[in-house]
C-alpha cells in the first residue's frame, strides 16, 4: 500500500462529501437531486484517489 498522507486525507474527504450527499434527506424527507449528484461524483473520485494513487490498481 502506498500513498501519501495527502492522498488518504483526499480520499477521506471525497468519501464524507459522498456519504452526505447520498444520505441527505431534506425536512420532507425528499432527496433532492443536487446532493445526489454531488455525492456520485464525489463516490468516483473517491473510488479514484483510493485504487489509482493508494493501491495502484489503475
Do not use: K, Q
Not at 11 to 37: K, M, Q, S
Not at 43 to 50: A, D, E
Amino acid at each position: 500500500m502506498e500513498g501519501s498522507w495527502i492522498d488518504w486525507l483526499a480520499v477521506i474527504v471525497t468519501g464524507a462529501i459522498a456519504f452526505h450527499g447520498l444520505t441527505y434527506r431534506d425536512a420532507n424527507g425528499e432527496r433532492p437531486w443536487v446532493h445526489l449528484l454531488f455525492g456520485a461524483i464525489a463516490l468516483i473520485f473517491c473510488i479514484r484517489f483510493l485504487f489509482a494513487d493508494i493501491l495502484g490498481i489503475w
